[in-house]
């Protein structure tokens, strides 16, 4: 599957397309299949998504798991800093990086 | 300390209401990520994994209280309180809001400072010796002539779009505690005949493809100084590729000319150059100068610590160093504690660095190029409440220069050139050898760790280093031995195949072994190494 990340233009943070919108977690990412580059595309135009791109990722129970261990990183945050990440209440939270 | 004039600070203010503007731009779509990127860089404003990363300068590793206690206060209210000391002596925030940009601007003018030509293919930030103006060994303050560089080098029109990125740095000292030898022109200033001169050593440094600067002239008159690195700036201006970016430093040229016809093409260009009258006049320099006069040293200062508390006696033996002031010494802070991450410091520590700076070291700071922090004029009647302070802020670890003083880059956890993560991999061997007197033991040992082969870890270094690297979508770590950024200068080499993290762990450990088994008298592990070769360590590794 095909997801479309990128960062918020003001905070910076790492958002998902959702199929209607952008999210924060990785879980919500929805498979953009070939129409990647198209709503990439007018989504930055409109400045509702900054340095967008589009990743591999593969289906899981959980929700989408980016295939590239960078773009795990970027879903979930600093594996050296737990409380920083989006599941700082989850200690195992960063074997899902690994 | 050097304070900034009214061109200083008007060249800073302006900017900063430059770049607010860009900012307001950007966020009102009138430009687009394309147009803006090039001019956030410029003022040091990256878009890394997680967010967008500041890094803000630190001229000369050295800051004052003030500045010390904004950096504080820019992590507490702009980030999430903590930031992250650097190789290149900066400081990195990692969790930056475009739309603060220019609000965090504006507090560093403040206080004198900025993140200009933090990035971009220009001048960066100009590095030094952290024990400036403290070190017994120098033949004179460095700080001087890294500041006049700075002046030179801020907006200098023609090396604002070098071919590729530039950096410098200036020591006074044969003890090189700045890795010189591994800039794009390192500096060493030098006395002849009683006069004071520099020896310039051009085309150093490290990612892809590291090289040792050789020497281009021995010795520069001081009066030439500027003319000179103007020169060797404008031969590299003119013939550095700008088709290529791996080819595109400074080292590179210089390899393919030859150090000969390079050191011919400079002295041509320093004929004219010289002619252009760039370096400044002698009231110039004095009025420079005159900001990095000594402090006022109590002469007669007591010259004996008492060394009872056996805990502060190991601190002193290790994180203590001597001062050229007899009753002074300088003080070490590392910033490597047993499993945290080298080189961050939180909000609350940075502030009680600045208060101990303010109280027992003349108001002054250093960071240095292995990402800890320098209080470089502390008498010795204070170390003991220096030390206790230390202790109480988690800042007191005692292991300046041993194998848990890790160098490591932000690595895959931060930042979005990295193909593998460098903290974890500190962090496991910090833990491995986290016995204090087993690290005592092996003695000095460099080890640094990069995350992806730009080496802003240092990797080739290190006398134990680390790179690491993405083996089909997995973390993988080369270990390389025998670097060294001191003034042995050296590459290390790769030992061979790599390693996963807890793989690459007991290869060190292995390695440790060997060198212990090995080691004759004093040796340092770099020592013992170079005079029983690859070999032994290579086999210890692999089998």
Redesign the interface.
């Known amino acids: 599957m095909k997801l479309l990340t990128g960062?918020d233009?003001?905070?910076?943070?790492?958002t998902w397309w959702t199929g209607d919108g952008w999210s924060l977690h990785v879980e919500d990412a929805v498979d953009v299949d070939e129409h990647g580059d198209a709503i990439l595309a007018v989504e930055?135009a409109a400045?509702r998504v900054?340095?967008p791109y589009i990743i591999d990722a593969v289906g899981t129970p959980e929700g989408p798991r980016p295939?590239?261990?960078?773009d795990r990183?970027?879903a979930l945050?600093?594996?050296?800093?737990p409380d920083?990440t989006l599941k700082p209440a989850d200690p195992d939270a960063g074997n899902w990086v690994i | 300390m050097y304070k900034y004039d009214q061109y200083d600070q008007a060249i800073v203010d302006a900017r900063v209401d430059e770049f607010r503007d860009q900012v307001r731009r950007?966020?009102a779509?009138e430009i687009t990520?394309d147009q803006f990127k090039p001019l956030r860089l410029m003022n040091g404003l990256y878009?890394q994994?997680?967010?967008?990363m500041l890094r803000v300068a630190i001229p000369y590793g050295t800051l004052d209280s003030r500045q010390m206690h904004m950096l504080a206060h820019i992590a507490r209210k702009y980030d999430?309180d903590y930031g992250h000391f650097t190789t290149r002596q900066n400081i990195q925030y990692?969790?930056?809001?475009?739309?603060d940009a220019g609000d965090i601007l504006a507090d560093l003018a403040t206080v004198e400072m900025h993140a200009i030509q933090t990035s971009g293919n220009c001048i960066r930030n100009i590095s030094s010796d952290q024990y400036a103006g403290a070190a017994a060994d120098e033949v004179a303050d460095p700080r001087p002539w890294a500041e006049l560089l700075r002046q030179w080098s801020t907006f200098h029109p023609e090396f604002s779009y070098l071919p590729r990125k530039f950096k410098i740095a200036v020591i006074a000292s044969d003890e090189d505690r700045a890795a010189m030898r591994l800039h794009d022109i390192g500096i060493q200033l030098v006395e002849r005949d009683g006069k004071l001169g520099a020896a310039f050593y051009v085309g150093g440094g490290m990612g892809r493809t590291p090289m040792v600067a050789p020497l281009i002239k021995d010795f520069v008159p001081i009066e030439d100084f500027l003319s000179y690195a103007e020169a060797c700036l404008r031969v590299y201006n003119r013939y550095g590729r700008r088709d290529n970016i791996y080819k595109a430093r400074i080292k590179i040229l210089i390899h393919e000319l030859g150090a000969d016809e390079y050191r011919r093409q400079v002295e041509q260009e320093f004929a004219h150059v010289k002619s252009l009258g760039i370096d400044p006049p002698a009231a110039e320099l004095e009025r420079i100068t005159a900001f990095f006069a000594p402090p006022a040293f109590e002469a007669g200062a007591a010259d004996t610590v008492d060394r009872s508390d056996p805990d502060f006696a190991v601190w002193l033996d290790q994180n203590v160093k001597a001062h050229k002031q007899p009753g002074y010494a300088i003080v070490n802070i590392s910033l490597k504690p047993v499993g945290g991450?080298p080189g961050d410091a939180s909000s609350a520590q940075i502030d009680v660095m600045a208060d101990l700076a303010e109280q027992y070291s003349f108001d002054e700071l250093r960071v240095t190029h292995a990402q800890n922090i320098v209080l470089p004029h502390v008498a010795k009647r204070d170390l003991y409440a220096v030390w206790q302070k230390l202790v109480e802020a988690d800042l007191a670890s005692p292991n300046l220069d041993l194998i848990s003083d890790i160098i490591a880059c932000p690595g895959?956890?931060?930042c979005?050139l990295?193909n593998a993560?460098s903290?974890?991999v500190a962090?496991k061997i910090a833990q491995r050898f986290s016995d204090l007197d087993r690290q005592r033991t092996l003695g000095e040992l460099k080890l640094k760790i990069s995350g992806c082969i730009n080496a802003c870890g240092h990797h080739h270094a290190g006398h134990i280093g680390i790179l690491g690297v993405?083996r089909k979508?997995?973390?993988n770590y080369q270990l390389l031995l025998g670097g060294s950024g001191a003034e042995d200068t050296s590459l290390g080499k790769i030992t061979g195949p790599g390693f996963d993290e807890d793989g690459v762990v007991d290869a060190i450990e292995r390695v440790t072994d060997k060198y212990l088994e090995l080691r004759e008298g004093g040796e340092r592990f770099l020592d013992t190494y170079r005079r029983v070769g690859f070999d032994p360590f290579k086999e210890a590794i692999y089998g």
């Open positions: 960062n233009l003001a905070s910076g943070a790492v930055e400045r900054n340095a295939a590239h261990i960078k990183v970027r945050g600093p594996t050296v800093r920083l | 950007r966020m779509g990520e878009l994994l997680h967010a967008y999430r990692n969790w930056i809001k475009l739309e991450i895959l956890d931060y979005s990295a993560r903290i974890p962090q993405d979508g997995t973390e």
